[in-house]
């Protein structure tokens, strides 16, 4: 094999080429440095003495099945000024690593569309050797994100399992880049991004959030200039889980057999959009049957619908007409929890019809937190928390199936 080889299929430079040893199903390559001048890895000083060499082996991106090795005599070395004896730098290999650059390289390319079982398995090496090489990479390049150049941002939670364990995490609405993922939920877990995002200067003008008292006060606590944007997903979904409890409510104070049967099983069609109601199964004329027979259901049904017209307004002023019109109609019905409801949406209109400066919401970040639930269950779980935090960082470069 020529010593162009090295360079050109292993990226090994700066070597040359003696023989080939074929030992067990490996493929051996062994090599020497080339002459080249002695320094201290440490502090660069070439005042030093020989002390020896040391065989070691490097594996190297495999050819075929065949795993490959790069085996080499290293120099070791007496620092005078250090006065400590190391082994002088590999340039193929990083520091204290038993696998080549390319090699690395090669593991990181095919993680893109396998398993770290899989890429492990495939190379013959061990899972945490591929995790290691993953969680070098990601920390490299997605640790500390840049925050200089971001100007509107999302947040919201999601929970990762049982025992209420929840992450907090941060949107780029421009880039759909996770620039920050916090344990737990609530203001402690934003601080850390709070003083990072201070230190960068960058000016945030727009925050889109649900209406969560925690996430209001650590807006307007640590980003006075900036606007709150409600979700009106999360504005919706509130709503549904108000008519739900409506339903529920209505069911148990029914009388007779006939209201209880009809009231059964319709909280599904409550919460669908009318156009999404399937006609084979008779679902538009089951909701119907269901909303003739209580007057206050169906008032809270049409109560949903109207309230969807607040983001489908031309300007502001028409949609601020319309909301104020609703919340007059829902203290009106006396329907209780439709009252309450209503005083809800007047203490935080102002945030609802921020969304006309600045149309966004949290949408981008609820298709990021099932990407991160798939990424989870995949990979049956993360032990190393630090690890799954990389992962979510890297999830807006992922061009491939989430894999573990």
């Given at each position: 094999m020529s010593t162009s080889l090295l360079y050109h299929g292993f990226g090994i430079n700066g070597y040359q080429?003696?023989?080939?040893?074929?030992?067990?199903?490996?493929?051996?390559?062994?090599?020497?440095?080339?002459?080249?001048?002695?320094?201290c890895p440490i502090c660069g000083s070439k005042r030093v003495k020989r002390r020896g060499t040391k065989t070691r082996m490097f594996r190297t991106i495999p050819i075929g099945l065949k795993s490959v090795f790069i085996q080499i005599p290293i120099q070791r070395i007496e620092c005078q000024r250090c006065h400590i004896i190391r082994q002088v730098k590999i340039k193929f290999a990083k520091w204290r690593r038993s696998y080549t650059k390319a090699f690395e390289y090669y593991a990181l390319a095919l993680s893109q569309h396998m398993t770290i079982l899989d890429v492990a398995n495939h190379l013959g090496v061990s899972w945490d050797t591929i995790k290691d090489i993953q969680k070098r990479y990601l920390s490299k390049k997605y640790k500390y994100p840049r925050l200089k150049n971001i100007t509107h941002i999302a947040i919201d939670e999601i929970s990762i399992g049982k025992g209420h364990r929840y992450l907090t995490v941060v949107l780029d609405l421009k880039t759909g880049a996770v620039i920050f993922v916090g344990d737990g939920r609530g203001?402690?877990?934003l601080k850390p991004f709070f003083k990072r995002l201070k230190y960068s200067k960058a000016e945030i003008k727009a925050v889109a959030i649900d209406m969560s008292p925690s996430y209001i006060a650590a807006v307007l606590e640590n980003l006075p200039e900036s606007t709150i944007v409600f979700d009106h997903f999360h504005v919706i979904k509130l709503l549904n889980d108000k008519l739900s409890q409506l339903r529920r409510s209505l069911h148990r104070e029914a009388e007779g057999p006939l209201q209880k049967k009809v009231l059964k099983g319709t909280r599904w069609l409550l919460l669908k959009n009318a156009c999404n109601l399937n006609e084979r199964k008779n679902e538009k004329e089951r909701l119907e049957e269901a909303l003739s027979l209580n007057k206050p259901l169906a008032t809270a049904y049409y109560l949903k619908e109207d309230l969807k017209q607040v983001w489908k307004q031309v300007c502001k002023s028409d949609a601020k007409t319309i909301l104020t019109d609703w919340i007059k109609k829902a203290q009106s019905t006396g329907i209780t929890i439709l009252q309450k409801f209503a005083k809800t949406l007047a203490g935080h209109a102002f945030g609802i019809l921020n969304y006309y400066d600045y149309?966004?919401?949290?949408?981008?970040?609820?298709?990021?937190?099932?990407?991160?639930?798939t990424l989870q269950k995949q990979a049956y779980g993360y032990r190393d928390m630090d690890f799954f935090k990389l992962k979510i960082y890297g999830l807006h470069k992922a061009k491939y199936a989430l894999v573990g």
């Open positions: 080429y003696v023989r080939t040893i074929y030992r067990k199903g490996k493929v051996i390559f062994c090599i020497i440095p080339k002459a080249f001048s002695l320094c203001v402690d877990s149309p966004i919401s949290t949408g981008p970040l609820e298709g990021t937190n099932n990407k991160i639930k």
